[in-house]
């Protein structure tokens, strides 16, 4: 057995979801190794050889895969899969983008959104909304896997990984990076955040959405949002939590003026702490919510600041 790890990293920094990653394949064997690629990104290989248990980083460096874009990406993976049976990857919008152009390719199976590792070749993951959990057992002679970054702790610092540079596969051409927009706000990000702010439809308004903006600005917490809050146009869509949005598993989760339809609380299952403002005390998130105010958001949210602020 031989694993692959698909590193996700802006060229100067690695994403914590590759140390999850590493942590659900050493549970399906070894050796593992990581695959860094993007554009001048030396520190992001430094730092993929400390993730203790990786044995190799094979670093791939040129300017077509300096913005992951995944036709690149796929290329540069095909390009040493044939020495791995299984190849695993952040179920992030960057592994989602990669990995089904992988397994398309080596003709396989994609076995996405891996919660837990039972074997080499079975694993659970989450269907309907996260309310029922697949036993999936795979019989392809490669693994091609995209795991949830939240259900896996990441593994420590302290290893000391060989770096073997690869020569870069050639730019396919089928992609060309235009512009990225960076949010500005200094939050964090919601990948990562251990407190969030997630706001619903009943906040009413791009104006009313700066009272959870300031709620998180007090407590350093990223933004969140519901489907129907981005639909709205409260919030951009790179906020939406939830089943067609980003999964979270912040330590404390404010949902305000949020109703908790499955779709949304299927993001949020892994928050340690729920926290749900809704005026209506028979709102589904209050079944899930570990502490809940009922009332009027717009009273109790400026109280909360307040308070917090004392
Ligand atoms: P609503 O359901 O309208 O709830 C608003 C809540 O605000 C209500 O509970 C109300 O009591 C409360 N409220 C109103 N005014 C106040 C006030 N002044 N003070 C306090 N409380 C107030 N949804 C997601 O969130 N994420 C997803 O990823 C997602 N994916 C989906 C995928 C599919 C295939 C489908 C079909 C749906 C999906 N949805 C998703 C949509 C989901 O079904 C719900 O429609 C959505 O989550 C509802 O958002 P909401 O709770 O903000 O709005």
Known sequence: MSI???????????????????????????PVDILVMGYQCEAVAKSAAQISGVIRVLHADAP?????????AAEQVLSVASSYTHIFAPATTFGKGVMPRVAARLDVELISEVIRVLSNDTFSRPVYAGNAIATVKSADPVKVLTV???????????????????????????????SRDVDKTGRPDLADASVI?????????????????????????????????????????DLQIGQ???????????????????????????????????????????????YGLVGDLHELVPQLTDLLQS
């Open 148 to 178: 949830r970054p939240t259900a896996f702790a990441a593994e420590t610092r302290d290893g000391g990984a060989i770096i073997e540079n690869i020569p870069p596969v050639p730019d396919t051409g089928k992609a060309v990076y235009v």
């Open 244 to 290: 067609t949005g980003k999964i979270v598993a912040p330590e404390l989760y404010f949902a305000i003026g949020i109703s908790g339809a499955i779709q949304h609380v299927a993001g949020i299952k892994d928050a340690k702490t729920i926290v749900a403002i809704n005026q209506d005390p028979d709102a589904p998130i209050f079944l899930v919510a570990d």
């Open 64 to 72: 077509s895969l300096q913005y992951g874009l995944a036709e690149n």
């Open 4 to 30: 692959l790890v698909i590193a996700e990293h802006d060229n100067s920094e690695l994403k914590i979801s590759t140390a999850c990653t590493v942590t659900a394949a050493l549970q399906c064997g070894s």
């Open 197 to 237: 702010v997630a706001g619903g439809q009943g906040v009413g308004s791009v104006d009313n959405f700066r009272l959870l903006e300031v709620l998180a600005d007090q407590l350093g917490a990223a933004i969140g949002a519901s489907r129907a809050a981005v639909d709205a146009g409260y919030v951009k869509n």
